[in-house]
Each structure stands twice: as C-alpha cells, then as structure tokens.
T-cell receptor
Framework: NAGVTQTPKFQVLKTGQSMTLQCAQDMNHNSMYWYRQDPGMGLRLIYYSASEGTTDKGEVPNGYNVSRLNKREFSLRLESAAPSQTSVYFC?????????????????FGPGTRLTVT | AQSVTQLDSHVSVSEGTPVLLRCNYSSSYSPSLFWYVQHPNKGLQLLLKYTSAATLVKGINGFEAEFKKSETSFHLTKPSAHMSDAAEYFCVVSDRDSSYKLIFGSGTRLLVRP
C-alpha cells in the first residue's frame, strides 16, 4: 500500500515550457487535490476533484489545468511555465465522500514535486 | 471567511521539555480541525483530528490537542519533546462552505535543542 505517489520528485523548466505532474493513490479515495507550498504561506489549493469525472478550481488555479484520468490518478499540467510557478507541489486524496459542508475529511499527502522555473 | 492563525512562526524547546504550538481559528460554527506535521523535504502527515467528538484529541507520537470553542483555539501539546519532533507543524480548519476544502495556517517551525 503506497498511499499517494507523485512523479517526478524534482523538475527544472525554462519559462514557457510545459509539463505534467502525475499523482496516483491506491486507497480507493473519491477525492483528490493539488496544492502548492510557498515559504511562509502554508498550502494553497490549486484544483480539486471531488469524484471521478469532476474537477473544480481552488484558491490559485490560474496557469494550471488538471485531469482526473480515473479514480486513482489526477494530473496537473502547466501549459506555459512562469517563474512565479516555482514551488513545491503536493497531491492529496481523501476518503469516500465527506462529512458535509464544514466537515471535510482528513487528506493524505504525497511526497511532493519540487519545481523550479528559470 | 474562515481563517486559521498560528501564533508563533518558530518555537524552540530543549529535548525533554514540554511543547506548546498555538493555533486560533475564526469560525461561526464548529469546524473539523487538524494538525499536520511536515519533516524536511517530506510530505504532510496527519498528527490528529477533531471532528466534534471528545474535545481532547490524542494523536500519534504523544501529541494531543484540546478544542476550546469559547477561546476558538486548538493548541497542540506534547509533554516531552524528542529530537525527532523537529519539523514544521500546520494547523488546518475545514472550510464552512465546502465538504472538501481545507484552510491551512502558515506553519510553526519547531526546533528541539539537545
């Protein structure tokens, strides 16, 4: 049981290049998330997928796209990377459904992808 | 809007002494609350969670937190710090209007001195 896995672990891009970050979970979770972590700012939600076939914007979606490929996999794409997207990216998943508004279930995180855009 | 404030960006303790990491949340309802720990260059690991059952919540590695609605606080404590506790700790609150969104504090870095 690997939990949440992410690839790659590290990536360096030049401004304007594109790339896709991959995420997979083996916990049979319905919901999956992409966050970015910047110094002193905690984690900020980029996009999430409440269930297979649905995706929604989070707090900082500009410059990103996502695909929920199946129940296990949720990818994040940078179409034209910018230096402001230099960050550590975390994927997470959470259990079946939720407790309702205000009752989010705990999320389980992958090890992260450290992205530098020059 | 909901928010969560971690009152100290850095806390330094000696090994074997108590740990207190402070967290206040703003909310007009009783949210779900979590503490996560992040060791250097690692992902986040759930320490404990509060979901309206017992107000004193026990977590992994000897940590516990007490939910105090009157003070809107959810402070994290441990009786005796260990060197391996050195990490960044995040207090997290569930978003009132969403079943899925979490709101993260900015983090408290815990340093443990030998």
């Amino acid at each position: 049981n690997a939990g949440v896995t992410q690839t790659p672990k590290f990536q360096v891009l030049k401004t304007g290049q594109s790339m896709t970050l991959q995420c997979a979970q083996d916990m049979n979770h319905n919901s999956m998330y992409w966050y970015r972590q910047d110094p002193g700012m905690g984690l900020r939600l980029i996009y999430y997928s409440a269930s297979e076939g649905t995706t929604d914007k989070g707090e900082v979606p500009n410059g990103y796209n996502v695909s929920r490929l199946n129940k296990r996999e949720f990818s994040l794409r940078l179409e034209s990377a910018a230096p402001s997207q230099t960050s550590v990216y975390f994927c997470a998943s959470s259990g079946e459904g939720s407790g309702g508004p205000g009752r989010a279930y705990e999320q389980y995180f992958g090890p992260g992808t450290r992205l530098t855009v020059t | 809007a909901q928010s969560v404030t971690q009152l100290d960006s850095h806390v330094s303790v000696s090994e074997g002494t108590p740990v207190l990491l402070r967290c206040n949340y703003s909310s007009s309802y009783s949210p779900s609350l979590f503490w996560y720990v992040q060791h250097p260059n690692k992902g986040l690991q759930l320490l404990l969670k509060y979901t309206s059952a017992a107000t004193l919540v026990k977590g992994i590695n000897g940590f516990e937190a007490e939910f105090k609605k009157s003070e809107t606080s959810f402070h994290l404590t441990k009786p005796s710090a260990h060197m391996s506790d050195a990490a960044e700790y995040f207090c997290v609150v569930s978003d009132r209007d969403s079943s899925y969104k979490l709101i993260f504090g900015s983090g408290t870095r815990l340093l443990v001195r030998p």
